[in-house]
């Protein structure tokens, strides 16, 4: 008797936002940890992504002071009354080593074969002044 045995594939659809106004990650861990409920954290936006299906079960990335810091796992889309659209991800943020990402307006996707960014050791480099890890990033040292 053969036995099937079904491999989840790793999503390779992810989303990047801009947590506005946060100086650092723990000032994004605060915003989290004040709007978790029920183990979930609703971010809001105007526009439903045209590949939404493709997103569940990938990761929403952070991005602070011009780099990629922190994500949570993208749960599912819900309408709103208002007309706008829920981002329902996992109240659990788990940081990532930092990489560098220009800042934007909205979300934008984040396409990785192999499933998102690690999470490394800490390495410093999150402990670096943004300007300087710009320029590092710039040159292709970090």
């Avoid at 079960?57 to 991005?63: D, V």
């Avoid at 819900?78 to 007309?83: A, F, K, L, N, T």
Wanted: proline letters at 4%.
């Amino acid at each position: 008797m053969a036995v099937c045995r079904q491999i989840a594939a790793v999503p390779n659809l992810h989303l990047t936002k801009v947590a506005f106004a946060c100086r650092d990650l723990e000032a994004l861990q605060q915003r989290i940890a004040g709007r978790v409920l029920d183990g979930e954290v609703r971010v809001v936006t105007r526009m439903r992504p045209k590949r939404a299906p493709e997103l569940i079960g990938g990761s929403l990335y952070w991005i602070v002071k011009h780099r990629l810091i922190s994500c949570q796992e993208i749960l599912r889309f819900e309408d709103r009354e208002d007309g706008r659209i829920d981002i329902v991800c996992s109240g659990e943020l788990r940081t990532v080593s930092p990489v560098a990402r220009r800042a934007h307006q909205g979300w934008r996707y984040f396409e990785s074969a192999d499933g998102g960014v690690e999470a490394g050791e800490d390495d410093g480099l999150s402990a670096l002044p943004p300007q300087l890890f710009g320029k590092l990033a710039a040159l292709a040292l970090v």
